[in-house]
Antibody, heavy 121, light 108 residues
Framework: EVQLVESGGGLVQPGGSLRLSCAAS????????MTWVRQAPGKGLEWVAN????????SYVDSVKGRFTISRDNAKNSLYLQMNSLRAEDTAVYYC??????????????WGQGTLLTVSS | SYVLTQPPSVLVAPGQTARITCGGN??????VHWYQQKPGQAPVLVVY???DRPSGIPERFSGSNSGNTATLTISRVEAGDEADYYC???????????FGGGTKLTVL
């Protein structure tokens, strides 16, 4: 059974840093792209970042470029999101998800339960 | 950047058919995916590649895509289908996924 379990969320002051983790199990983690998607309170889904299987290719939504870094450790079946210079507008539930697809386009077939980040003084 | 437009809400009576639309410029040329999100829960994939269903998703859920509109159709709606539904495409220009704003399905 595919499982994705996020951790690391919490309350952080503006300008602070935090690292989210996502522990994967039930599939061969190293063979899949992975992604982070966030959802601000009462709002819709917003894609944050993607990372290729070996970590060599990464992409980010413009609003987090230069502040967030996605990474992975395939030996530990884990995905990470290092978040620096946090802003109030980063407050959201952060989901990790497995990426599937190909030439027809990519989508997210399994999601974790999410971890809440609150940025506030 | 590419924009997906969904109606904020759709109302449907139990047993009837709900249709949730997702509009985008020439969206028919793209592959559209749909997610269901119940309150306090993570999104769940219900349709991918316009009309394919993941295992475990009831046949009542179906999708279509043509022209400038993709549609998620839920037949014989049940109370348990009440949720937010999001469409998603992959924007080839930016190499990023794009989500629609979401539609709240209310079962009367």
């Amino acid at each position: 059974e595919v499982q994705l379990v996020e951790s690391g969320g919490g309350l952080v002051q503006p300008g602070g840093s935090l690292r989210l983790s996502c522990a994967a199990s039930g599939f061969t983690f190293s063979t899949y792209w992975m992604t982070w998607v966030r959802q601000a309170p009462g709002k819709g889904l917003e894609w944050v970042a993607n990372i290729q299987q070996d970590g060599s290719e990464k992409s980010y939504v413009d609003s987090v470029k230069g502040r967030f870094t996605i990474s992975r450790d395939n030996a530990k079946n884990s995905l990470y999101l290092q978040m620096n210079s946090l802003r109030a507008e980063d407050t959201a539930v952060y989901y990790c998800a497995r990426v599937l697809g190909g030439a027809l386009g990519y989508f997210f077939d399994y999601w974790g339960q999410g971890t809440l980040l609150t940025v506030s003084s | 950047s590419y924009v997906l437009t969904q109606p904020p809400s759709v109302l449907v009576a139990p047993g009837q058919t709900a249709r949730i639309t997702c509009g985008g410029n020439n969206i028919g040329s793209k592959s559209v995916h749909w997610y269901q999100q119940k309150p306090g829960q993570a999104p769940v994939l219900v349709v991918y590649h316009n009309s394919d269903r993941p295992s475990g998703i009831p046949e009542r859920f179906s999708g279509s895509n043509s022209g400038n509109t993709a549609t998620l159709t839920i037949s014989r709606v049940e109370a348990g289908d009440e949720a937010d539904y999001y469409c998603q495409v992959w924007d080839g220009n930016s190499a990023h996924p794009i989500f629609g704003g979401g539609t709240k399905l209310t079962v009367l």
